[in-house]
């Protein structure tokens, strides 16, 4: 199907998708966040060097407490201030340069606090894990000239098995970003033993977790594909036909990514270069 039909549905969710109202107290933490956020800019303007961590990740406890027990407003509160970090004082941070293990632990606070949204697994797997392994690129190549026995600390792995624990805790709710993980494993990070253990899990999901056939046979429909655009296009596709009850946020942001690529049609064969189905539970 024509990529262009796909995002017109998947608007259509989205803007049929019910949001509920959200209570002056947690919009006034949700303010608490944006004064923290513009403080940080403010002595930022006087140093001038963009920051590159987020600092140790709020407990869970804290902001509960503080958004007077909104805790799902509170936790998109949370991902909205990881996604606002990397704009500092007139500037863009290179999400690259960000301090990714901090990044990661906000969002798992985020999660912590609302479970039921896939919000902060979606920041993790869209938005992060790419330019960390950017970031964990440049690491290790400046390591290898200075410490060459010490190699640096990879990062984004660390997103991709965020991403996997939630899925292990609610695999009806969190397939779908297992499932992009495991193309961020497959044409990112290279890691093909990485990929094929999220297939395997999503292929050995429980029949009440409600996850689509595509998407158990994930090695033929998406990782097998020799081109990784062509791979992302059909993995897109398939979460375009397949997110009921989806948060809105997340739909706009798999329609935004459908936008794209207004010409495809999400239809064209697969190489075989994972195993074929039925070789995955060997």
């Not at 933490?29 to 940080?40: G, K, M, P, T, Y």
């Not at 690259?96 to 902060?120: E, I, K």
């Not at 190699?151 to 624990?165: K, R």
Request: net charge neutral; with cysteine; charged share 20%.
């Amino acid at each position: 199907m024509p990529a262009m039909a796909l995002l017109e549905r998947l608007r259509a969710r989205a803007r049929s998708a019910a949001r509920g109202p959200v209570s002056p107290a947690a919009w006034s933490l949700f303010l608490l966040l944006l004064a923290a956020q513009a403080a940080v800019s403010s002595w930022q303007d006087q140093d001038t060097r963009l920051q590159p961590s987020l600092g140790p990740a709020p407990s869970a406890g804290a902001l509960r407490v503080a958004s007077l027990d909104e805790p799902a407003f509170a936790g998109y509160a949370t991902s909205l201030y990881v996604q606002g970090f990397d704009a500092q004082a007139g500037a863009l941070l290179p999400l690259r340069q960000a301090d990714m293990a901090a990044v990661r632990d906000w969002l798992a606070c985020a999660f912590t606090l609302n479970p039921h949204s896939g919000y902060p697994l979606m920041l993790a797997a869209f938005d992060y894990a790419e330019p960390a392994h950017l970031g964990d690129l440049e690491r290790a190549a400046a390591a290898s000239i200075a410490t060459p026995t010490a190699p640096a600390l990879a990062t984004a792995p660390g997103l991709l098995d965020f991403v996997e624990s939630a899925y292990r805790e609610d695999p009806a709710r969190h397939w779908r970003w297992l499932a992009h993980a495991a193309w961020v494993a497959r044409y990112t990070l290279k890691d093909d033993a990485r990929a094929l253990r999220y297939a395997r899990l999503l292929q050995a999901a429980p029949a009440l977790a409600g996850v689509p056939q595509w998407a158990r046979e994930l090695d033929a429909f998406v990782l097998r594909r020799a081109d990784a655009i062509e791979a992302h296009k059909a993995l897109l596709g398939g979460l375009a036909f397949a997110t009921p009850g989806a948060d809105p946020r997340e739909l706009d942001r798999l329609a935004a990514r459908l936008s794209e690529h207004p010409q495809t049609d999400y239809g064209s064969d697969s190489r075989q270069l994972f195993p074929r189905p039925g070789e995955m539970a060997k």
